[in-house]
């Protein structure tokens, strides 16, 4: 069937006239079809492989680039070239930590974190994320469902690890700073290292 003919037919049927074809249409005589629907669907896979076309502008005007990379899942490109995970579970972060900066240096967060080549954010990385968004009069940020659309993955947890410990001398056990996934930081929060929390990683 020429490409002619094809497009011919197309019009009729759009346009809900014209006479049907005698004899019966198969997919073969249509290759053009065929052609068109699989660019299309290479155009979807590709729309969500490609950070450029997966940007997204905060209110505050700030760009991040949702990636989809081949060990950290879904993440989430941000202006200063820190690439975070998708969401990886929830473990405990209790294990060793450095006596003389309490960061946590070996535990089943920091673990599964080295297992797709990354490592859990510092308490000043992640407070650094509230900064990419608007706030409004009272210090708070102004748009939960905002936040959501851009770190999708970290709703999937109540609170997110870090690897910033607290010194143990003024508090009862190792405790470790975590921060909420909607960013709303009034000011950081710690809990025990033996608890369990979510995880996501960064690179």
């Not at 946590?104 to 954010?121: D, F, H, N, Q």
Request: charged residues 20%; aromatic residues 10%; proline residues 6%.
């Amino acid at each position: 069937m020429t490409k002619l003919k094809l497009n011919s037919i197309l019009i009729l049927a759009a346009l809900g006239g014209g006479t049907a074809p005698s004899t019966q249409v198969r997919a073969e005589d249509f290759p053009e079809i065929k052609i068109s629907i699989l660019e299309e669907r290479i155009a979807r896979l590709e729309e969500k492989l490609n950070p450029t076309k997966n940007s997204f502008k905060t209110s505050a005007g700030v760009t991040l680039k949702h990636i989809l990379d081949p060990k950290f899942g879904y993440s989430v490109l941000t202006p200063d070239g820190l690439l975070w995970s998708s969401f990886q579970g929830t473990y405990s972060n209790e294990g060793t930590y450095n006596a003389n900066t309490f960061v946590v240096e070996k535990s089943p967060a920091t673990a599964v974190c080295a297992s797709i080549g990354g490592r859990l954010p510092t308490s000043a990385e992640a407070l650094k994320l509230a900064g990419y968004f608007k706030f409004n009069s009272r210090g708070r940020i102004a748009d939960f469902d905002e936040v959501k659309k851009a770190f999708p993955e970290f709703a999937k947890a109540n609170d997110l690890w870090t690897s910033t410990g607290v010194d143990p001398t003024y508090t009862s056990g190792f405790k470790v700073y975590v921060f909420e996934p909607h960013l709303d930081h009034v000011r950081p929060d710690y809990m025990p290292a033996s608890w369990t929390r979510g995880v996501v990683c960064v690179k």
